[in-house]
């Protein structure tokens, strides 16, 4: 068991003295509902995300020191739709180091929902660990009567600290379950039970906080690594909804305002009006426009056959698409980088 001294920046929520026997887990806090404060108890909308600090959530969770000496580090305190590219690579930065240190076991970072996926595959493609990395979040403030974060972070904590948590990349956690950085999308506005896997799957469950996994560690096809250390900022890409009668000038505007790349959340299989498409080849040839193309469904594969700048978003969503695609145009990678990138180790 490691044997160091608490770390001086640690936060002590109460006066539990460090216990070498346990692991050590250090919170990153971004804000969100789980850091949420209402009017009143009832409330579970209109109210303030990011209003609580991390010091306050770890009070609220004394048990949290029975498994784990917890460090909590305050990265940021906003709605998660303000989780920005310069908030990302900082959290990288906190949280690669953190598990550069070989007394740190894991890293937990506590989230608003709405966006939480995006960041979560953020994570998973840009931190070269072993350990894990759980990010967790809650659909009611912890101002409400049975608030979901008390639980949601003592099952992420003690699922950053248990050993076969390890080599499975980044997780999510919210309402017993456990599941891919990859896959986890939030799919309802309101309910605790909204994010779900989709047909990829669970990786696991909690049981009385104790987490189980179905199956022995293995990563999702398609996992790549971006190294972004010393990255300031990051290349706009934005997601285009298509529809009946779409407007292609709604591309046109997204590049000649600064967009590297566009993602398509297309129609069905990727479907694209004739009149878009049109549009959105002139873009690729007169600017070189990267497309990946994607599917409003939320749900099976798109393919292409990889040439004009069109890839393939495979089952990846829309949103997580975009992550992956400003990485790749962050590494500089080219067009035939990119097919392979986006052929995920699927034949297309
Ligand atoms: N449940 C939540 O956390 C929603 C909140 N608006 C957020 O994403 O920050």
């Given at each position: 068991a490691?044997t160091?001294?608490?770390l001086p920046h640690?936060?002590v929520?109460r006066?539990?003295?460090?216990?070498s026997?346990?692991?050590?887990i250090?919170?990153?806090a971004?804000?969100?509902t789980?850091?949420?404060s209402a009017a009143?108890?009832?409330?579970?909308t209109g109210?303030?995300?990011?209003a609580l600090g991390?010091?306050i959530?770890?009070?609220?969770v004394p048990?949290l020191?029975?498994?784990s000496?917890?460090k909590g580090?305050q990265?940021?305190?906003v709605?998660?739709?303000s989780i920005?590219?310069?908030?990302?690579l900082?959290l990288?930065?906190?949280?690669q180091d953190a598990?550069?240190?070989?007394?740190?076991?894991?890293?937990?970072?506590t989230?608003?929902?709405?966006?939480?996926?995006e960041?979560?595959?953020?994570?998973?493609?840009?931190?070269?660990s072993?350990?894990?990395?759980v990010v967790?979040g809650a659909?009611?403030?912890?101002t409400?009567?049975?608030a979901?974060?008390?639980m949601?972070l003592l099952?992420?904590?003690t699922l950053?600290?248990a050993?076969?948590?390890?080599?499975?990349?980044?997780?999510v956690v919210?309402?017993?379950r456990?599941g891919?950085?990859?896959y986890?999308?939030?799919t309802h506005?309101?309910?605790l039970?909204?994010?779900?896997a989709n047909?990829?799957?669970?990786?696991?469950?909690?049981?009385?906080?104790k987490p189980l996994f179905y199956y022995p560690?293995?990563?999702?096809?398609?996992r790549?690594?971006?190294?972004?250390?010393?990255?300031?900022?990051l290349?706009?890409?934005d997601?285009l909804f298509?529809?009946?009668?779409?407007?292609?000038?709604?591309?046109?505007?997204?590049?000649e305002?600064?967009?590297?790349?566009?993602?398509l959340?297309?129609m069905?299989?990727?479907g694209?009006?004739?009149?878009?498409?049109?549009?959105?080849?002139k873009?690729?040839?007169?600017y070189?426009?990267?497309?990946v193309v994607?599917?409003?469904t939320m749900?099976?594969?798109?393919q292409t056959d990889?040439s004009?700048n069109?890839?393939?978003?495979?089952?990846?969503?829309p949103?997580?698409a975009r992550?992956m695609?400003?990485?790749a145009?962050y590494?500089?990678?080219s067009?035939?980088?990119?097919?392979?990138?986006f052929g995920?180790?699927?034949a297309?």
């Amino acid at each position: 068991a490691p044997t160091l001294p608490p770390l001086p920046h640690r936060l002590v929520a109460r006066d539990t003295p460090f216990n070498s026997s346990l692991p050590n887990i250090t919170i990153f806090a971004t804000g969100g509902t789980i850091a949420g404060s209402a009017a009143s108890n009832t409330a579970t909308t209109g109210y303030t995300a990011g209003a609580l600090g991390v010091d306050i959530l770890l009070q609220a969770v004394p048990e949290l020191w029975n498994i784990s000496n917890v460090k909590g580090v305050q990265v940021a305190n906003v709605d998660s739709g303000s989780i920005s590219p310069e908030i990302l690579l900082n959290l990288t930065s906190l949280i690669q180091d953190a598990l550069d240190d070989p007394y740190c076991q894991g890293a937990v970072v506590t989230h608003g929902t709405d966006t939480l996926e995006e960041s979560a595959i953020f994570l998973d493609l840009t931190i070269k660990s072993e350990k894990p990395v759980v990010v967790v979040g809650a659909m009611r403030p912890a101002t409400a009567i049975s608030a979901d974060g008390p639980m949601n972070l003592l099952e992420a904590v003690t699922l950053a600290a248990a050993p076969e948590a390890r080599g499975r990349g980044a997780m999510v956690v919210l309402n017993d379950r456990i599941g891919s950085a990859f896959y986890m999308t939030k799919t309802h506005s309101n309910s605790l039970d909204t994010f779900k896997a989709n047909e990829q799957g669970y990786l696991g469950f909690f049981l009385d906080t104790k987490p189980l996994f179905y199956y022995p560690p293995v990563l999702p096809n398609g996992r790549v690594y971006f190294n972004v250390s010393g990255a300031t900022e990051l290349p706009e890409v934005d997601i285009l909804f298509g529809h009946q009668v779409l407007n292609p000038k709604l591309a046109r505007s997204a590049v000649e305002s600064g967009a590297k790349g566009l993602v398509l959340a297309g129609m069905g299989a990727g479907g694209w009006t004739t009149a878009g498409t049109n549009e959105i080849e002139k873009l690729v040839k007169k600017y070189g426009t990267q497309v990946v193309v994607s599917s409003r469904t939320m749900g099976g594969f798109v393919q292409t056959d990889g040439s004009s700048n069109m890839y393939s978003g495979q089952d990846l969503n829309p949103q997580k698409a975009r992550i992956m695609l400003q990485l790749a145009l962050y590494a500089g990678y080219s067009s035939k980088q990119l097919a392979a990138l986006f052929g995920f180790g699927f034949a297309s």
